[in-house]
């Protein structure tokens, strides 16, 4: 299953409210999760099932859809939100990534 | 705390072998599938293998089908890959992952070890 998020790279300010799509090549019913990466690191899970926040995870972030669409959102940028964020299929094997979304500094 | 630390990275030649390893604590590793993900610098992320709890099911990408195994020990709170006939396009990061319980996402990571295979 392939997975497209768009845009790949955007440049907001803080306090901006930011959305990342994931379309899939396939239904994969909720089975889709946001991860956050900053260089040098592992990702970090920041939501599952399509929309559950992992604990832990600021209340600024926030998943939606189903199916074969979805979006990430972040509500009010802050600066410790500039990173790299990927998409995940859960449903079918093998697991796929989407290509990621780099958001930086306006 | 919940921890996984890779190790046993570094630079091999093409056609070589190695194996990585991955030692957990802080969580009851018996209880949780364990995958492993590769990231070529610079690159995306990419769904390397996975293993069930029993060691019973393993997965792999098309791209290290028959080449590379996955492997654990309960009993010594480890996770293995043994990696055959590296090329180039194994050039990447790896990193160790937890499956967590809720719809089999990831949800824990290790630091990831670098495994580059060049002449």
């Known amino acids: 299953i392939q997975l497209t998020q768009s845009p790949s790279f955007l440049s907001a300010s803080v306090g901006d409210r930011v959305t990342i799509t994931c379309r899939a090549s396939?239904?994969?019913?909720?089975?889709l999760a946001w991860y956050q990466q900053k260089p040098g690191k592992g990702p970090k899970l920041l939501i599952y099932?399509?929309?559950t926040l992992q604990s832990g995870v600021p209340s600024r972030f926030s998943g939606s859809g189903s199916g074969s669409e979805f979006t990430l959102t972040i509500s009010s940028l802050q600066p410790e939100d500039f990173a790299t964020y990927y998409c995940?299929?859960?449903?079918?094997?093998?697991?796929?990534f989407g290509g990621g979304t780099k958001v930086e500094i306006k | 705390e919940v921890q996984l630390v890779e190790s046993g990275g570094g630079l091999v030649l093409p056609g070589r072998s190695l194996r990585l390893s991955c030692t957990v604590s802080?969580?009851?590793?018996?209880?949780?599938?364990m995958h492993w993900v590769r990231q070529a610098p610079g690159k995306g992320l990419e769904w390397v293998s996975g293993?069930?709890?029993?060691?019973?099911?393993?997965g792999y990408a098309d791209s290290v089908k028959g080449r590379f195994t996955i492997s654990r020990d309960n009993a010594k709170n480890s996770l293995y890959l043994q990696m055959n006939s590296l090329t180039t396009e194994d050039t990447a990061f790896y990193y160790c992952?937890?499956?967590?319980?809720?719809?089999?996402?990831?949800?824990?990571w290790g630091q990831g070890t670098l495994v580059t295979v060049s002449s």
């Open positions: 293993i069930n709890w029993n060691s019973a099911t393993t």
């Open positions: 992952v937890r499956n967590s319980y809720t719809y089999g996402s990831f949800d824990y």
């Open positions: 995940q299929q859960l449903n079918t094997y093998p697991l796929t």
């Open positions: 802080g969580f009851t590793f018996a209880d949780h599938a």
């Open positions: 396939q239904v994969v019913s909720n089975y």
């Open positions: 099932a399509a929309s």
